[in-house]
């Protein structure tokens, strides 16, 4: 079986066993993904770090518009696979690839804003200009870039998997 799918609040996701550590879907985000769609509707959504667009399939299947960033071309076709698993068309939403980093640093000098903005990077990551990125160190920075684009009254949703900061530290 190359791949199958999963069923989490009445959305599908193709999962590949064959991932690794990575199968497509990250099961502790499942009640974040399940408010997003609560409040998503007539929103416009910027997931960076969107992996296989699991935050976006949600906000979309909730009536926002979304914009899917990732460092993989790979991982955002699986994404509008997800999209397209949902009966969600693709090409209503946007997915760009490149460094989060740097795109948000472009969306800020074009003034382009969201009601919602998401991040939830990977602990650790490499680009492939070598560039490193480490949750624990860059988290701020990353925080610092994404807020000039937050709309007024809007919501930036920060996740983190690493284990080494404590919800304290972290808020």
Wanted: charged share 25%; with cysteine; aromatic share 12%.
């Amino acid at each position: 079986v190359d791949s199958l799918r999963a069923t989490e609040h009445g959305l599908h996701f193709v999962i590949r066993m064959d991932q690794g550590f990575s199968p497509g879907i990250f099961l502790d985000q499942r009640e974040n993904r399940r408010r997003l769609r609560s409040i998503a509707a007539g929103k416009d959504v910027l997931n960076c770090f969107a992996y296989t667009c699991a935050f976006s399939v949600a906000a979309a299947a909730g009536g926002g518009k979304t914009t899917s960033v990732d460092l993989s071309k790979a991982y955002l076709d699986w994404g509008r696979e997800n999209f397209r698993a949902n009966k969600l068309n693709p090409d209503e939403h946007d997915f760009i690839y490149g460094d989060v980093f740097d795109w948000l640093k472009r969306f800020a000098k074009r003034g382009r804003q969201w009601d919602i903005v998401l991040l939830d990077p990977p602990s650790f990551g490499t680009t492939k200009k070598g560039k490193v990125f480490r949750a624990g160190k860059d988290y701020f920075e990353l925080v610092r870039l994404a807020v000039k684009l937050v709309r007024p009254g809007g919501t930036l949703f920060c996740s983190t998997n690493l284990r080494s900061i404590s919800a304290e530290q972290f808020v």
